[in-house]
């Protein structure tokens, strides 16, 4: 670009880009647990939650879509950063404000978000070694012993044990109480094996710096030479590793059921909460409201086009989404497993479970904690490049001066993030841990914040010339589609999603 501040090379390029900001931890985690949540998955007459999925693509289709498409199109038009192209747009007002609202939020998403990404590293690791098939020899049988009084609510140790040598009398073969055993132990040792990780407050801090540091060498690349090359890369390879996946749990028996489970509508019991909690994911999963499509557009030469691109993007982050939630259902569904737990965890102790229960289990887990790893770095990618925009455009300073600064920032804000799982598990000033506070705070206030502003700025605030001239490939009934939609629908979804928040209808 003219200006310096360096362009997407090509369109392919920027489609992969954002599309590597959307596929993330929110895709292979957050969804497959909510669709799982809703669905009813733990019970046998689980209704299923094609509800959940069917108002999940809607929001994605009437609000998320065109609040993208407004994102893009406020940071081409500004050229800028989020800050910069409010300014640049509506000089000497206050919209500059929810500019940098998204700068702030990027840089304190990417502080907890870069902790739960170096746990893939060691996933990665810890799969390939082959950890998790020890289960066998490493689980006592006393630990299987607690583990079942405390499935099933037993106390005192005393009627644990006669409770629990009943249990085992009732099997009427050894090799039947042997298998049962097997599967307890498979269901302990990934959870042991996570909560020794996790309670490791060097090793927290360790990866937290390694993931801080390998977003860090992509983003000094630059634009073309870092962000778009690697994830020209890591894209096709997350794609390629996804497929061959869904292709091997298609051949499973629970495979029909996954789809089912999925897809079949059956709003029967579709509860407020839910609808509200698929407009939260929408909007997380695409990496809306706080600027990384804004400063990616910002790169997007004129010629490009936003309506296809922002479709293409949306498309691949849905279908990565369902994707993960099949691979994941198929193998529950076939092995008749639970997933277990709640909260974050789950991608690091239910994985291992479920795929140890194929052949080839042991390659398939490696191959998803690299998916989840490469996800995670095109996610963490984007969110650095806001912080390091904002710094070059307005601070003046180089990118390598700005990747740096930024980056140790961002590292020190993590590291109380890091050992909110140890040292400072206590440590809950707002009621919730450091961790879990940052994220609740980004998630449901600031990404939803500055989604309802960019609504506004583009629906309301923007000139039709302004907004047509960004726009040259939509048809008039398109146009006309997408702009009450930025702007009646998106913000009205948003402020639903603030009052069921404030009533506590929706919770973290
Ligand atoms: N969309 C990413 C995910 O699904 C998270 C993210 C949110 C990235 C906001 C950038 C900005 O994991």
């Known amino acids: 670009m003219a200006n310096g501040r360096g362009a997407w090379k ?68 500004g050229g800028r950063n989020p800050v910069g192209s409010f300014r640049t747009l509506r000089p000497g007002t206050l919209w500059s404000a929810v500019g940098f609202l998204g700068v702030l939020g990027g840089a304190l998403i990417l502080s907890y978000y870069s902790v739960v990404a170096g746990w893939t590293i060691e996933y990665v690791w810890k799969a390939a070694l082959g950890q998790f098939s ?88 630059g634009i073309s030479g870092g962000i778009e090359r690697w994830n020209r890369i890591l894209m096709p390879l997350l ?74 993007i949306a498309g691949l982050d849905t279908l990565v989404a369902l994707a993960a939630a099949f691979v994941i259902f198929g193998t529950i569904f076939s092995f008749g497993l639970k997933m277990g737990g709640q909260g974050i965890g789950n991608l690091f102790t239910a994985i291992p479970v479920i795929f140890m229960h194929v052949t080839g289990g042991h390659v398939l887990t490696v191959i998803f904690y690299c998916l989840a790893a490469f996800a995670a770095l095109t996610s963490t990618v984007s969110l650095l490049e806001v912080v390091v925009a904002y710094l070059i455009d307005e601070r003046k300073v180089t990118r390598k001066k700005a990747v740096i600064l930024s980056a140790v920032a961002i590292f020190f804000v993590g590291v109380p993030c890091a050992l909110s799982f140890n040292v400072l598990q206590g440590f809950r000033p707002l009621g919730t841990t450091v961790f879990e506070t940052l994220d609740y705070f980004c998630s449901n206030l600031i990404l939803p914040v500055g989604g309802f502003f960019i609504a506004v700025f583009v629906g309301w605030v923007l000139t039709q010339e302004e907004r047509t001239a960004e726009l040259p490939e939509a048809g008039a009934t398109l146009y006309r589609f997408w702009l009450f939609s930025v702007r009646f629908v998106a913000p009205v979804a948003i402020v639903a999603l603030f009052v069921g928040l404030l009533l506590g209808k929706v919770s973290g």
């Open 239 to 312: 794609l390629a590793m996804l497929f061959f996946l869904v292709v091997s749990v298609a051949s499973l028996p629970g495979a029909g059921k996954a789809v089912d489970f999925l897809f079949r509508p059956d709003f029967s019991l579709l509860s407020v909460e839910e609808v509200l909690w698929a407009i939260g994911q929408a909007f997380f999963s695409l990496s809306l409201g706080m600027g990384a499509l804004l400063t990616y557009g910002s790169y997007l030469p004129r010629e490009a086009r936003i309506l296809p691109a922002s479709a293409a």
């Open 10 to 77: 090509s369109k392919i390029g920027f489609v992969l880009a954002a599309a590597g900001s959307a596929v993330g931890l929110g895709n292979l985690w957050k969804f497959p647990y909510l669709t799982y949540r809703f669905g009813g998955a733990e019970s046998s007459e689980g209704k299923g939650a094609g509800g959940f999925v069917l108002i999940c693509l809607i929001s994605v289709v009437a609000v998320c879509l065109p609040l993208m498409v407004a994102e893009i199109l406020i940071g081409r038009r």
């Open 134 to 221: 020890e289960y066998g020899e490493k689980v006592s049988d006393e630990e299987v012993r607690e583990k079942w009084c405390t499935d099933n609510k037993v106390k005192g140790q005393a009627e644990c044990d006669a409770l629990f040598s009943k249990f085992l009398d009732g099997f009427a073969t050894t090799e039947e109480r042997e298998r049962v055993l097997l599967e307890k132990r498979l269901e302990i040792y990934p959870q042991r094996l996570f909560a020794e990780f996790v309670g490791s407050p060097g090793k927290q801090i360790l990866y937290l710096a390694v993931f801080v540091l390998l977003t860090a060498l992509v983003v000094a690349g």
